[in-house]
T-cell receptor, first 115, second 116 residues
Framework: NAGVTQTPKFRVLKTGQSMTLLCAQDMNHEYMYWYRQDPGMGLRLIHYSVGEGTTAKGEVPDGYNVSRLKKQNFLLGLESAAPSQTSVYFC??????????????FGPGTRLTVL | AQKITQTQPGMFVQEKEAVTLDCTYDTSDQSYGLFWYKQPSSGEMIFLIYQGSYDEQNATEGRYSLNFQKARKSANLVISASQLGDSAMYFCAMRERRAAGNKLTFGGGTRVLVKP
């Protein structure tokens, strides 16, 4: 039972390159989220999904795309990386519908540097 | 407007003493939940404690307690008997009933350094 895993853990890109971050969960959770965390700051929501085949924009979606083709996977894509996208990216999951007390389960994070 | 405000960017606390981390929030929703997370230097996000908007009693989890003042819209975290391992970033977060996707909104965090 791995919980929430993220691949890769670290990545360095050059400006203009593309990449995909993978989030995988084995908890059968409906909700999945991608956040970014910039140095010394809190987490900001990029995109989220409320179930297989669905995606929605969060607070800072520009420059990112996502897909949820399978319930257990949530992909975050950068089509043309920019230095402003240097950040730590966290995936999180949550089960079920509105239950106020449900915490989100976080992956270990991916540290991305764009040169 | 900021939904979650943590006004203390950094704090020092002496080992074995208590520390209070401030969190104020802004919502017009009647149903919401408040969360605190810890992020040590290793980077993972660790859930600490939860308080629901309808909970009449303050939440407690071991050495963590939440001082919930609904009228003031504050949800301060109290860590009692601080330990060196408590040195970390602490984030307050809120889930509003009406927020799409059941998403959490995070504050900017407070860095705590426990001195021996």
């Amino acid at each position: 039972n791995a919980g929430v895993t993220q691949t890769p853990k670290f990545r360095v890109l050059k400006t203009g390159q593309s990449m995909t971050l993978l989030c995988a969960q084995d908890m059968n959770h409906e909700y999945m989220y991608w956040y970014r965390q910039d140095p010394g700051m809190g987490l900001r929501l990029i995109h989220y999904s409320v179930g297989e085949g669905t995606t929605a924009k969060g607070e800072v979606p520009d420059g990112y795309n996502v897909s949820r083709l399978k319930k257990q996977n949530f992909l975050l894509g950068l089509e043309s990386a920019a230095p402003s996208q240097t950040s730590v990216y966290f995936c999180a999951t949550k089960g079920g519908d509105w239950v106020a007390a449900d915490t989100q389960y976080f992956g270990p994070g991916t540290r991305l540097t764009v040169l | 407007a900021q939904k979650i405000t943590q006004t203390q960017p950094g704090m020092f606390v002496q080992e074995k003493e208590a520390v209070t981390l401030d969190c104020t929030y802004d919502t017009s929703d009647q149903s919401y939940g408040l969360f605190w997370y810890k992020q040590p230097s290793s980077g993972e996000m660790i859930f600490l404690i939860y308080q629901g908007s309808y909970d009449e009693q303050n939440a407690t989890e071991g050495r963590y307690s939440l001082n919930f003042q609904k009228a003031r819209k504050s949800a301060n975290l109290v860590i009692s008997a601080s330990q060196l391992g408590d040195s970390a970033m602490y984030f307050c977060a809120m889930r509003e009933r009406r927020a799409a996707g059941n998403k959490l909104t995070f504050g900017g965090g407070t860095r705590v350094l426990v001195k021996p």
